[in-house]
């Protein structure tokens, strides 16, 4: 559900992403300036390209952490993956064990009680416990 959710979120991250470059690419430098305002007076092609810095270190920052979520997720996914598969073997393994213990516990009863056996069956005895 998580991988689901992660991936319908996908689009819009890439899509803002992707205005973001497109913006930056596009914007006259006199446009921008207008957009980014300095405590202190710069010449209008300084402030454009503070913006633009700004603008392409906080995109590459949420490319980043997105990759980074995109492979912590899919490392996290692996390892519920390995769980889920090491519970199963556990299952099974617990299935098999309920099953030979059911089958042992017919055979015990069908045992006679030890006070019955004649000691010139015991060997015989013996042999079907084993």
């Avoid at 617990?94 to 000691?119: F, M, Y």
């Amino acid at each position: 559900a998580f991988k689901r959710e992660l991936k319908t979120k996908e689009p819009v991250i890439m899509s803002t992403l992707e205005t973001v470059r497109i913006f930056l690419t596009e914007q006259p430098l006199e446009g921008l300036e207008k957009l980014y305002q300095e405590p202190r007076e710069l010449p209008p092609e300084e402030k454009a390209q503070n913006v633009t810095r700004l603008l392409r270190k906080q995109a590459e920052e949420v490319n980043t952490e997105w990759e980074k979520l995109n492979l912590h997720s899919a490392d996290w996914q692996r390892k519920i993956d390995e769980a889920l598969e090491r519970l199963q073997e556990l299952q099974e393994a617990t299935d098999e064990l309920d099953l030979k213990l059911r089958q042992a516990e017919v055979i015990k009863g069908s045992w006679q009680p030890v006070g019955d056996l004649l000691i010139d069956s015991l060997q015989d005895h013996l042999e079907k416990v084993k």
